[in-house]
């Protein structure tokens, strides 16, 4: 029998890519968040101490009292990219703010032709969220640029160095993720400005109401030139267990996962919920039930439901048993009383693997089933697909420079040799997956507590922050 903790040992040993186990001595300092060494030159007032403070203060840039929640174009939205944008010029950055409401800063260096590196991550939150996510990426960048300024050496950078704090990447309010780094991509829809909120207002609409005059042309505008840009790096989260688990503050990102959001609705006859016999029922909300059901059993298990053939093989099998994951994030139903049978249950359906064919595989039969399930219980269903990213694979060149760079700021911060820094797969999307159809990407994960995210107990040690913004530093300094 394998036990809870053997499992997460043998799920950490399938997805960290090679490295070695860590030494007694740096996986105790490392572990515990409590770095030896000096921090003369490890400028931890500006990467530690300011970036945790700002960190701090952007989390209580808030819509909401009593939790953080910060969406696109929201009045706190707005509030947080204007810090962002104090910030990015007190850091010696060119600043503005494009059509989409993302905030660039910009320094220019020795060559302002030159094909220029982008550094970003996002500032719109979930509902409910921590500090952390997304906020993390676009501080530490700022912080490492401000420390090349205070150096006197950000001028000296061989090629242009942009940061850009995207404007959506969770889709909680337009239900429509990446409009921020998918327009600077150019991989967003004209079709995507009409896309309306709960309330009904569109993305023009809200755009157009923070005095940004948001047109077709304008979107088209906002694409960068796939010539001048040498690739993106992202600093994020880790969002999961294994950094923690291997006594390591940073790791670098091989890839990420492909995802599919789906909408189902399920539509049946509404009645009185004590004067129809079960067996004349035909009732949404249990057939919804039973579809969620074969969705986690399909997950748990898809060699039990996938066949083998031209489209899926072993491998892909054997990749989906290790990576696929299914989410119910959202349930409502119609007309929602206590005693009546509901007419109608929506729901929708976040399904992730590492293998897009496998994740298509997956798909195409988890379809075929729920409407063979809707059909036995004489009820209605209607599947639609609302959002498709396919997995990204980091690039190799970027990868192994964050690499060093991240061994190079753990040596810095420690005094001595690390063990091969952690190499991992993604199962959370990241702007780094719209911008690889813009330029290579590449990233770089840091720890978090418990693997916890999307929570207010999303926690990042101080000391981790400070490392990720060391090695950041060390990748600016290979191209100064």
């Not at 409401?101 to 550094?119: D, K, M, P, Q, T």
Request: aromatic letters at 6%.
């Amino acid at each position: 029998m394998i036990t809870p903790l053997r499992f997460l040992q043998l799920c950490v040993l399938s997805i960290v890519l090679p490295t070695t186990s860590a030494t007694t001595a740096s996986a105790s300092m490392l572990s515990d968040g409590v770095f030896e060494g000096g921090e003369d030159g490890l400028h931890a007032e500006i990467l530690r101490d300011e970036a945790v403070a700002r960190l701090n203060q952007l989390g209580k840039v808030s819509d909401a009292d009593g939790y953080l929640e910060r969406t696109f174009m929201s009045p706190a939205s707005v509030r947080a990219a204007s810090l962002i944008r104090a910030w990015m010029e007190d850091a010696g950055l060119t600043t503005w703010v494009d059509y989409m409401g993302n905030v660039h800063g910009r320094v220019e260096g020795l060559n302002a032709s030159a094909e220029a590196l982008l550094i970003g991550s996002h500032l719109d939150t979930v509902v409910d969220a921590g500090i952390f996510d997304g906020s993390l990426g676009i501080i530490s960048a700022i912080s490492a640029l401000k420390v090349l300024k205070s150096n006197g050496t950000l001028t000296n950078l061989i090629r242009p160095v942009e940061v850009i704090a995207f404007s959506d990447e969770e889709g909680v309010r337009f239900q429509s993720t990446f409009l921020g780094s998918a327009a600077v991509a150019g991989i967003l829809p004209v079709s995507a400005l009409q896309i309306s909120d709960k309330s009904g207002v569109n993305v023009q609409d809200a755009l157009r109401e923070n005095s940004i005059a948001i047109t077709e042309e304008n979107l088209f505008r906002l694409k960068y030139d796939p010539q001048s840009v040498w690739g993106y790096i992202e600093v994020h989260i880790e969002q999961g267990p294994v950094l923690e688990w291997v006594g390591f503050p940073l790791g670098v990102v091989k890839g990420i996962a492909g995802q599919t959001r789906l909408k189902i609705t399920v539509r049946g006859t509404q009645g009185h919920a004590g004067t129809v016999p079960m067996s004349l029922r035909q009732d949404p909300m249990a057939a919804s039930a039973e579809l969620i059901i074969l969705l986690e059993s399909l997950c748990k298990s898809p060699k039990d439901f996938l066949s083998y053939d031209g489209h899926c093989n072993d491998s892909t099998v054997e990749s989906l048993s290790n990576s696929l994951v299914c989410t119910v994030g959202e349930i409502s139903t119609w007309p929602s009383a206590s005693n009546v049978i509901p007419g109608q249950v929506t729901f929708t359906v976040d399904l992730r693997a590492m293998d897009d064919m496998g994740r298509e595989a997956a798909l195409y039969e988890l379809s075929n089933r729920m409407y063979e399930i809707c059909e036995r219980r004489s009820v209605s269903c209607i599947i639609e697909r609302k959002h498709d990213a396919n997995a990204v694979i980091s690039d190799s060149e970027l990868t192994s420079e964050l690499k060093f760079a991240a061994n190079a700021a753990l040596k810095r911060i420690t005094g001595e040799i690390q063990d091969e820094v952690p190499v991992l797969m993604s199962g959370a999307g990241h702007d780094a997956m719209a911008m690889s159809h813009l330029t290579k990407v590449g990233m770089l994960f840091v720890r978090c507590r418990g693997g916890v995210s999307h929570s207010p107990a999303e926690h990042v040690l101080d000391d981790d922050v400070w490392a990720a913004g060391l090695a950041i530093l060390a990748f600016l300094e290979m191209h100064v």
